[in-house]
């Protein structure tokens, strides 16, 4: 289908800030194409959904990117723990899925340029090579989960290991290396449907409303459990739910599909839906697996997905079975599809490369080599005899736990540049609740810190962390309150557009930002290097803690 449909010239007459031409034009969708240049007429509702259709997939494919092998994981062990009554986390997380990503999808679609990039060129390169590098060691392990996920849901299926995962590699490679958008995002499009392979599983294990309600409603800590445990796979929940590649990917990927202002409340509709089936698919998860196991030995020792597969099979049949690994390898591949497409955009940002699906792979090689090096490193590494996958998939749970809330402190900060910005600048209220969402973050980052280096800590401990970090947060919140807030034109927004770099005004940083930037600084270097360490001595001890 095509639709008719024409974008207005910026009356000042500027330049876009686009690092790559072909990031500018037609919107080709997977069901749809908006022409910019043909006469704008007036849409009916019947328009507006065609519109949408177009418009439709950026959302849908971060967040259900999200529900990957180490959600898989994650969910299915939050399930097999402790029931359903770690459901509520889902909820408290929905706002803050909303609040994060929509700040990047406006970036996107406002300024032209993906994440990295400006975190470069407002920050300076100190951060700028941090973001990059952070976003790479973490991406690439992230990867190897993934493939981790795939040879899980292939031993339950009975495919031989080697043929399956270099088949799903090449699969992964050969969707994006086509140099079409569309059908690349086809290709993500059919994966997400293929996350309704969870929703027979449902139904034949048929969890109860009322336990389902009760985990969503009613917050608690399971009975008779360890508070220290249970707050280290809420961080799990919260850092496999809130990854800081979905930052990255979604504002590259909205520029790459040449979305702009205009169409930014279709997108937003997008991201809502994503954020739906994220939730319900995380919820499903829990429960099925509760149900699987509930009332068997294996209740309350998790291993990993493949045991989750075959309690299913167990329990409902083994077609039911056959799905949920069917599924996890669906999920397995457009993770990793989503991540290694994070990494390539974000360096093709940084180096000024070729960056864009657009483009066939004779025409961005380095952008494609990124993308498929890192694929088949990770599908490399699964197939080695001995390499602690464990081992692996613990570093990036962790990793990203400690990582994340950097990653929201950059977001914040550019969308308080009006250089960057100009009247889509964050509001007030929006500040505040952002600020509230990255106080829980570095808490929880703490936590997992301390935890990481004591594995013994007390409750006491967690509860004291907790409970100064919200006195904290509360008297920042009071401070910012009494402040006047400053007064933003939010007039002709829909044809601002950032100018291009070399344009912009200078960033400026006040002594204040400026050493809360230190104190980041210092923090990340000092916590994500002792969990490096304890994770080297881990693998050093046990070489083969996690293979298959």
């Known amino acids: 289908m095509t639709l008719h449909l024409a974008i207005a010239e910026d009356p000042l007459g500027r330049n876009t800030a686009h690092l790559d031409t072909m990031h500018e034009g037609d919107i080709h969708g997977a069901f749809g194409t908006i022409r910019m240049a043909d006469p704008d007429g007036k849409q009916n ?153 969870l929703a027979p599983i449902v139904l034949a294990l048929h969890p109860g409303p009322g336990e389902i309600a009760r985990g969503f409603l009613v917050p608690g800590v399971p009975a008779a459990s360890k508070l220290s445990d249970v707050m280290l796979l809420i961080i799990a929940i919260v850092g496999t739910t809130v990854a800081p590649w979905q930052l990255f990917f979604q504002q590259s990927y909205v520029i790459d599909k040449r979305i702009t202002p205009k169409f930014i409340g279709y997108e937003k509709a997008d991201l809502w839906i994503g954020i739906l089936v994220v939730v319900i698919g995380a919820a499903a998860m829990m429960a099925f697996t509760a149900v699987a196991f509930r009332g068997t030995p294996d209740f309350g020792h998790f291993t990993d997905a493949g045991a989750v597969a075959r309690a299913i099979g167990a329990k409902a049949g083994h077609a039911m079975g056959v799905l949920f690994a069917l599924a996890l390898i669906d999920a397995s591949i457009i993770g990793a599809s989503a991540v290694s497409l994070a990494t390539a955009y974000a360096l093709g940002d940084v180096l000024s490369l070729k960056h864009s699906l657009h483009r066939k792979v004779t025409d961005a090689p380095m952008f494609y080599l990124v993308y498929g090096g890192l694929i088949a490193a990770a599908a490399a590494i699964v197939l080695t005899p001995g390499a602690p996958l464990g081992l692996l998939t613990n570093a990036v749970q962790t990793l990203a736990g400690v990582l994340l809330p950097s990653a929201t402190v950059f977001l914040l900060l550019l969308c308080n540049d009006k250089a960057v910005l100009g009247p889509w600048v964050n509001s007030r209220g929006l500040n505040i609740f952002t600020g509230v969402v990255i106080a829980g973050l570095v808490m929880l980052s703490i936590i997992l810190t301390a935890a990481v280096l004591y594995p013994e800590m007390s409750a006491d401990v967690i509860l004291g962390i907790l409970g100064g970090g919200a006195i904290v947060t509360l008297l920042g919140c009071v401070v910012v ?66 293979g298959h």
């Not at 959904?49 to 990957?68: K, Q, S, T, Y």
């Not at 939050?78 to 929509?102: D, F, H, I």
């Not at 044809?495 to 291009?500: E, G, L």
């Open 45 to 197: 509702l019947w328009g507006r959904l065609m519109i949408f259709l177009a418009i439709v997939g950026p959302g849908l494919i971060v967040m259900v990117g999200d529900n990957d092998a180490g959600a898989f994981g994650t969910y299915t062990q939050a399930g097999q723990m402790y029931g359903t009554s770690l459901l509520w986390t889902l909820l408290l997380l929905v706002p803050v899925l909303y609040v994060n990503q929509e700040m990047v999808l406006r970036l996107g679609v406002v300024t032209g340029v993906g994440h990295a990039r400006l975190i470069l060129e407002r920050f300076g390169k100190f951060w700028g090579a941090f973001s990059v590098v952070d976003l790479f060691l973490l991406n690439a392990l992230t990867i190897v989960t993934e493939f981790i996920g795939v040879s899980l849901g292939l031993d339950y299926l009975g495919v031989p290991k080697l043929w399956g995962v270099i088949a799903a590699a090449m699969l992964t490679v050969a969707a994006a290396s086509t140099g079409d958008f569309r059908r690349f995002e086809r290709f993500m499009m059919m994966l997400v449907g293929g996350s309704l392979l």
């Open 481 to 546: 309150l009494l402040r006047k807030p400053e007064r933003v034109d939010r007039s002709g927004r829909k044809t601002w557009r950032m100018p291009p770099l070399d344009r912009l005004e200078p960033a400026t940083m006040s002594r204040g930002r400026r050493l809360w930037m230190g104190v980041l600084r210092g923090y990340l270097l000092v916590a994500g290097g002792l969990v490096l360490v304890r994770i080297i001595q881990l693998a050093l001890n046990h070489p083969a803690v996690g």
